[in-house]
């Protein structure tokens, strides 16, 4: 099981990645820098939040994993 704080730094370096694409994309659209900018501060204080919960939901979810094997002493 992951951890609070690894979920959190993991939603920070993918929403800074994030950003800098729709921000590049919508300049890349629309040539306006502050557009740009705003658009892209917009879709990162939404989507970070909803990727930090859509984390914590699913380390609660056991498909997929394999369990350790369990030792008895």
Same mark, same amino acid.
């Given at each position: 099981m992951e951890s609070n704080r690894r979920s959190l730094l993991k939603a920070l370096s993918?929403? $800074?990645w994030a950003t800098l694409i729709t921000t590049s994309l919508v300049y890349f659209l629309t040539g306006?820098? &502050?557009f740009a900018a705003t658009v892209g $501060?917009?879709?990162t204080a939404i989507k970070f939040f909803v990727?930090?919960?859509? &984390?914590r939901a699913w380390n609660r979810i056991d498909f997929g994993r394999k369990r350790e094997p369990e030792y008895i002493i």
């Open positions: 993918w929403r $800074l306006k820098g &502050e $501060l917009a879709d990727y930090f919960v859509h &984390e």
